[in-house]
């Protein structure tokens, strides 16, 4: 079986789809590609942002990605790549997903968005801003929504749905 990858704004609901994906599929291997930069460098997201910046964050995800798709080659193992809200920014990243894995974007509405987002708000840089939350979200997502949809392979309209009804829907596409 190929990888399969997660792509979609934050609060979308990758990693608990991941998760549930995860049950459905036993045989294939979770990474949240976040929670592996921060294994890897010892530092947590919102730390690299401040001290390194965006660009080489996304250097960062770029090298992982290497990384993870390497050594699925090499052992034989299937994931599903759970990814940050902008890895597919990156030209070279979104080429190894579209190449390396079965890609699902995990469409949200604003509105769900930012209901998930002011629920589960974590440390998310990309959302420091003095505009608000909602102006904030649907600015990256007229950039980022284009990029998304060109990316994924299969779309998957996440709003009303619950992260097992999702993951169902993608494994019915597989």
């Known amino acids: 079986m190929d990888h399969i990858s997660l792509i979609g704004f ?12 995860a049950k459905l599929l036993p045989s294939m291997e979770l990474i949240d590609l976040d929670s592996y930069i921060e294994a890897m460098t010892g530092r947590t997201i919102p730390e690299i ?9 996304r250097e960062m995800e770029k090298s992982a990605l290497e990384d993870i798709f390497m050594t699925g080659e090499l052992t034989g193992t299937a994931y599903i790549l759970s990814l940050g809200g902008g ?33 589960w708000p974590g440390d998310r840089p990309m ?14 997502m007229a950039t980022r929504g284009p990029i ?27």
Do not use: P, W
């Not at 934050?10 to 994906?21: A, D, P, Q, R, T």
């Not at 942002?49 to 964050?57: D, I, K, T, Y």
């Open 87 to 119: 890895t597919v920014t990156t030209e070279a990243c979104r080429r190894m997903i579209r190449r390396n894995t079965t890609c699902f974007y995990l469409k949200a509405s604003v509105d769900t968005l930012v209901a998930n987002l002011e629920q």
């Open 49 to 57: 942002f401040e001290n390194e910046g965006e660009a080489a964050f």
């Open 10 to 21: 934050m609060g979308c609901g990758k990693s608990s789809v991941g998760k549930e994906l």
């Open 148 to 174: 998304y949809e060109k990316t994924a392979h299969h779309v998957i309209n996440t709003d009303g749905d619950d992260y097992l009804a999702a993951a169902v829907d993608i494994v019915t596409l597989l």
């Open 127 to 140: 959302l420091k801003s003095d505009k608000g939350l909602r102006t904030r979200v649907e600015e990256l």
